[in-house]
């Protein structure tokens, strides 16, 4: 959002509200509205001064100057505390984990006779905040069950604490279908009655609370809960199991930007070993300490945290396509008639894709030109946008289709 946005617009309360700028300018500007209204919403405000707290401290290059006084909202962090005690959670880890926790030493995991992991070695500390990084299918997942006991591996051992307790965040919600049916206040008052986070004892309702869930909620039955409450449903029964080692795959599916801030918040204050896994930069970044990239089925470890694993997939990309360019040029894959027909189609592809980029185009300009407050006017356009973009979507991948076939 930083990198391409001019312009943020924040959903809520059935209204649209418009911020200057990318992400980190839509948190400084909320923080100095939170703070200027006159309406109490001090827990969502707080969230937001950890948020604001983080991206003026930890993430400079974010700081993006927006057109708006930023004096009052740089004042709101003056006394802000650190975002997490580092020292205090690592205190609590090794309290309740021991010096143990897991360790995977020359592991690799094959699978149809293709290696997924080759000679994996990392011990996991207590209380080590570790973010993975890789593409899909890079085995992320793989390395994930290695440490959560749900896979062994072809070769190698894995080595586990006597103590450990390790949960799970899928990006399914399988632990969700046994209680469908059941109202989330009756999920919650079959948990355990406290839990602490933070160093302080919180109730169930209060943690529901803190994940955003309002008081009305709690008589909804589970499966009519939207998408995001069911996600923050599944992450607090997690918590409530006081696991050790809580590993999230993928945490953001389906969270707005507010519960983000609230899951960030929580965990912040978990003392144990977290493993995150997410192609979010920003969540990577926000509430791990550490990132390793799986690269080309081995674990290598980033000090330099995402900016050096995004120069290396560039170097990698860049290797590809030169070893491609060396390669000799194949033989027409066509014929005859169906190589006829295929530069027919390549034509007709090639002149639909110049007509719909005409017609993105103009839709473009209409957007812009339509009365802002028309939101049903805008909703109507932003719709025909989506359905131009499938359109060109899939023109563009036939074209490139028969691009190859006629290489």
Same mark, same amino acid.
């Given at each position: 959002?930083?990198?391409?946005?001019?312009?943020?617009?924040?959903?809520?309360?059935?209204?649209?509200?418009?911020?200057?700028?990318?992400?980190?300018?839509?948190?400084?500007?909320?923080?100095?509205?939170?703070?200027?209204?006159?309406?109490?919403?001090?827990?969502?405000?707080?969230?937001?001064?950890?948020?604001?707290?983080?991206?003026?401290?930890?993430?400079?290059?974010?700081?993006?100057?927006?057109?708006?006084?930023?004096?009052?909202?740089?004042?709101?962090?003056?006394?802000?505390?650190?975002?997490?005690?580092?020292?205090?959670?690592?205190?609590?880890?090794?309290?309740?984990?021991?010096?143990?926790?897991?360790?995977?030493?020359?592991?690799?995991?094959?699978?149809?006779?293709?290696?997924?992991?080759?000679?994996?070695?990392?011990?996991?500390?207590?209380?080590?905040?570790?973010?993975?990084?890789?593409?899909?299918?890079?085995?992320?997942?793989?390395?994930?069950?290695?440490?959560?006991?749900?896979?062994?591996?072809?070769?190698?051992?894995?080595?586990?604490?006597?103590?450990?307790?390790?949960?799970?965040?899928?990006?399914?919600?399988?632990?969700?279908?046994?209680?469908?049916?059941?109202?989330?206040?009756?999920?919650?008052?079959?948990?355990?009655?406290?839990?602490?986070?933070?160093?302080?004892?919180?109730?169930?309702?209060?943690?529901?609370?803190?994940?955003?869930?309002?008081?009305?909620?709690?008589?909804?039955?589970?499966?009519?809960?939207?998408?995001?409450?069911?996600?923050?449903?599944?992450?607090?029964?997690?918590?409530?199991?006081?696991?050790?080692?809580?590993?999230?795959?993928?945490?953001?599916?389906?969270? &707005?930007?507010?519960? +983000? #801030? /609230?899951?960030?918040?929580?965990?912040?204050?978990?003392?144990?070993? %977290?493993?995150? @896994?997410? =192609?979010?930069?920003?969540?990577?970044?926000?509430?791990?300490?550490?990132?390793?990239?799986?690269?080309?089925?081995?674990?290598?470890?980033?000090?330099?945290?995402?900016?050096?694993?995004?120069?290396?997939?560039?170097?990698?990309?860049?290797?590809?396509?030169?070893?491609?360019?060396?390669?000799?040029?194949?033989?027409?894959?066509?014929?005859?008639?169906?190589?006829?027909?295929?530069?027919?189609?390549?034509?007709?592809?090639?002149?639909?894709?110049?007509?719909?980029?005409?017609?993105?185009?103009?839709?473009?300009?209409?957007?812009?030109?339509?009365?802002?407050? &028309?939101?049903?006017? +805008? #909703? /109507?356009?932003?719709?025909?946008?989506?359905?131009?973009?499938?359109? %060109?979507?899939? @023109?563009? =991948?036939?074209?490139?289709?028969?691009?190859?076939?006629?290489?």
């Amino acid at each position: 959002l930083d990198e391409i946005c001019t312009a943020t617009w924040e959903v809520h309360d059935r209204l649209i509200e418009p911020f200057e700028g990318g992400y980190a300018a839509y948190i400084l500007q909320r923080v100095e509205r939170d703070k200027m209204s006159a309406a109490s919403e001090s827990k969502r405000q707080n969230l937001m001064r950890k948020e604001l707290a983080w991206l003026r401290r930890g993430a400079p290059a974010r700081s993006t100057k927006p057109k708006f006084r930023v004096e009052a909202a740089n004042a709101l962090i003056a006394n802000e505390p650190p975002v997490r005690d580092s020292v205090s959670l690592a205190s609590m880890a090794m309290q309740r984990l021991g010096k143990d926790v897991v360790d995977l030493e020359n592991v690799s995991v094959s699978y149809d006779q293709k290696n997924v992991l080759r000679d994996v070695t990392w011990r996991i500390a207590p209380g080590e905040r570790t973010g993975i990084l890789g593409v899909n299918g890079a085995g992320k997942s793989t390395l994930l069950n290695l440490v959560a006991g749900t896979l062994k591996p072809t070769s190698g051992t894995v080595k586990r604490g006597k103590t450990i307790k390790v949960a799970t965040l899928t990006q399914q919600l399988f632990e969700l279908e046994d209680i469908w049916n059941d109202r989330v206040s009756e999920v919650i008052g079959r948990q355990r009655s406290t839990y602490i986070a933070g160093g302080k004892e919180m109730t169930p309702g209060q943690l529901l609370e803190r994940v955003g869930f309002a008081s009305a909620q709690l008589a909804t039955p589970v499966k009519d809960l939207s998408g995001g409450q069911k996600r923050r449903l599944q992450l607090l029964l997690i918590l409530l199991s006081e696991p050790n080692v809580l590993i999230l795959d993928e945490p953001t599916n389906d969270l &707005d930007t507010d519960m +983000l #801030a /609230a899951i960030e918040d929580l965990l912040d204050s978990f003392p144990g070993t %977290l493993i995150v @896994v997410s =192609h979010d930069r920003y969540l990577i970044e926000r509430v791990t300490d550490q990132q390793y990239a799986i690269l080309g089925g081995q674990l290598r470890h980033l000090p330099r945290g995402v900016d050096q694993y995004l120069e290396l997939r560039a170097s990698q990309q860049k290797a590809t396509l030169v070893a491609t360019a060396t390669e000799p040029a194949a033989a027409p894959k066509l014929g005859g008639a169906e190589l006829r027909n295929a530069q027919k189609e390549h034509a007709a592809a090639a002149r639909k894709i110049e007509k719909v980029n005409g017609q993105i185009a103009d839709l473009h300009e209409r957007m812009a030109g339509h009365d802002q407050s &028309d939101y049903a006017g +805008l #909703a /109507a356009l932003a719709e025909q946008f989506r359905a131009l973009e499938a359109d %060109l979507d899939a @023109v563009e =991948h036939r074209w490139l289709e028969l691009e190859e076939l006629l290489s």
